[in-house]
């Protein structure tokens, strides 16, 4: 695959020794959807304005296009951006916002109107072309913002948290709204987010980040399934991450003991009786019963929360732990119950972080 | 790099201007306060803390006092016309509250020198008000109602006014109705929601009135000139005195600094309030 | 405060309180009577006369003159300024900062007689020159004030929208900040203007002879008698004055209904 975004170990700080990017080197390839994922503050959105040039790289180099674009002006880079809250010029109608970044280029007039026309149409949005930003809907805008970017044929189209303003509804819908686009005109989006949901819907790529450092990158399907840290198992979805015990070491399995409980998982090199290992299982794998069984951690329905086409219920170990259950549908206990839970191997994602809590 | 040579352009007019015609006239009235005056009105650079001291003369306290009172007299009438004017249209519309808003302003876009001689127009012996109460029989003798005290009181009001309105009518507009409901829910009188309510988040707000109502007052030599009938004198008459009159710049210069520290100190004090500078003078 | 009724008249009261000396004059600017007591009968004969009395009409186009050239010129080097302050970062800024505070706050007298000490320590003379220095000079400050109020988060991010669209620092500014900041602008000229038209205390110590203003020359008249021309000026002042502030309100206005319409 061709890569049209090169960061090669790239560091940025505003004050001397404290950096809020630091050496970091990623790849992106043309075509794909590429989600920054991470918390507020963790420099996601600085790396998106390094790479639309609104930010300088204190240290390492931008590539676009094979060509090195570290020291060029934002005026003069292939790549465009959708801000968050669209910033949208609010004294311009919809048809002088699009045309814009044409204008600039000193693009002759009839060439604008029709790029205008087709881009618009691209977007839905034929016959709001006199509209003021003010006189549309929060979707509509988002539409605008997206016109007025893909009409400059950007390598790259940047996404800085476009939907966080939206409200839940019309988020949902612009989700799938921009993927289509993205699918349709091929372009590379780099977008932006701290929705988890977002980043599982729309990416091909996720990369997880984490105080400037990129903690774990794969499709969504890895992340979610494979998260390589405690960090990510808890950021991506929901979670039951506990301490074990390794007590056993097989050939290609280790055993492990948490609560008086035995899982196997499969074995790794650095295995050692004794060592602690954080065993991970989502919520939906878990299986509750009222019969006590073999094997099974035995507690206590503290709450249960009825969400519609789910329920999520909060079981309590005698106050050791917290366990997280979903189960489909309804269910027909009660809080107060006792119960039994029942994890598959399976189910069990090993996490070994080489240097964890630093 | 070009944006270095923008940052010059950008820059250079504003500092220049804030050296050249703030900090310099400000630094050299410094310099002469400590200054000895000659008996041609020239100027002997020789430092004195003389002109300081003469301000304590008798004589001066009297107009210092005399002044202050003017000046306070006219901050308490003002504040007396702004809160009921204020608070009465807290209850109206938005548009009323603007077009209320620009209604204060306009008999301000002509000059206040302007103002001040309808004053005349309306106080004199002979003047309208005079004629009316005596036309309708209330009074057999016309009022001295300007060339005293009372005259450059009434102007000094009327001038200053809308320095006090604007700042209390934006900050009582500002206070939450739900904050007054809340008042009214757990049984608060009209007069105990003016005093623990409209009072205290109108503060910054009066403090800013009073301040842009109180400086000036103390300072309108033309008002007191004209109204007062020249008898009268506030600071300002004595510190124009000593620039164009008797031409004794150094102690002018003195009466000025004492009138910057009264002015640093009372911003000091609405800083402490709350209040912002770029609400200061705003009109 | 019951009664709509008080609560009406309190309002009324105030108003009259402050249009009486206003239409006081407007009103004696057509009376037949030399007196200003009694109105007498209506007559255009005073603006007549001020078209031959030629002190008044001059100090009446100075008025102007001056009230033009500072409010244009400070309210181009405020806005600029401001923007400056804005943008950039160097050494003594909140130093300077804290200057433009200043002739806001302290007291007319005390600027105007600091003026007057430069101007004689530099040996400028006296005359429109250093008038309309000073007006620029108190004006300056009240403008960078309105127009920092409308400098915003969102704008930093319209222009940075402008450069990645390929915008350059040029026309950002004036395709997009200068747009975006223009009710500040305009109010900011508003106010300079207004406050311009409106000074006495400075005017009074930096204007010389030959520079007189109409608020200076009243001044100089009262004390020797006032003929009623003075009405009839007064009346044309608040004319013009009003159809310059309402033309800018206006501008100001459309482009509002612009963008909301």
Redesign the interface.
Known sequence: MKTVVKLENISKSYEKGKYVIKNLSLDVYEGEFLTLLGSSGCGKTTILRMISGLEHVTDGKVYIDDKDVTEVDPTKREVNTIFQNFALFPHMTVYENVSFGLKMKKINKQEIKERVTEVLKLVELDGFEERYPSQLSGGQQQRVAIARGIIMNPKVLLLDESLASLDLKLKKMMQIELKKIQKKLGITFIYVTHDQDEALTMSDRIIIIEKGVIKQEGSPKEIYEHPNSVFVADFIGESNIFKSTIIHIDENKTIVDFDGKHFSIPRNEKDEIGKMVNIMVRPENVTISTEPFQNAIKGVIKTIVYDGSITKLFVDNEGDFDLRVTVKGSVDYKEGDTTYIIVDDKDIVAIREENHEE | MKNKVLKRIVLFPIIAYALLLILLPLVYILFLSFCQNDSYGGMIYHFTLSNYLSIFDITYIGILLKSSLIGLVTTFLCICISYPFALVLRERSKNVQNLMTKLIMIPFLTNSLIRTYGWIVLLRKNGVINSALIGTGLIHEPLGLMYNNLGIIIGMTYTLLPFMMLPVCSATFKIDNNLIEAAKDLGAKPLSIFKNIIIPETLPGVFNGSLMVFMPAIGYFFISDILGGGKAMIIGNLIKNQFLTARNWPFGAAISMFLLIITFLLIYIYRKLGGKLDDLGGM | ?KHKTL?NL??AL??I??????I??VL?SFNTSK????FEGFTLDWYKNLFNNRTLLEAFTN?FIIAITSTITSTV?GT??A???Y??N?KFKSF?NL?????????????G??????YT?TKLELGMFTLI?SHI?FS?P?VI??V??TFSK?LD??E??????????I?TFF??TL??IMPGVISGAT?AF?LS?????IS??TAGPGSNT??LQ??SM?KTG?SPD?NAL?TL??LV??II?FSLTFIQGR?IV????
């Open positions: 405060m609560k309190i309002i105030i108003l309180f402050l249009y009486l000396p206003i006081i004059l004696y007196m200003n007591v009694l008025t080097l600029i300024g923007i400056g302050l943008k950039y160097f300077i200057l433009l505070y200043i002739p806001i706050v302290i007291p007319e007298i005390v600027l007689i600091s003026l007057l000490s430069v320590l220095l000079s300056i009240f004030v309105s920092r109020s969102s991010t319209y940075e929208a402008a450069k990645d669209l390929g915008a350059d620092d026309k395709k997009i747009p975006q106010l207004t038209l409106d000074d006495v205390v009074y110590f109409l608020p009243i001044y009262i006032i003075v007064t002042m608040l004055t009003m502030l482009k612009g963008e909301k319409k």
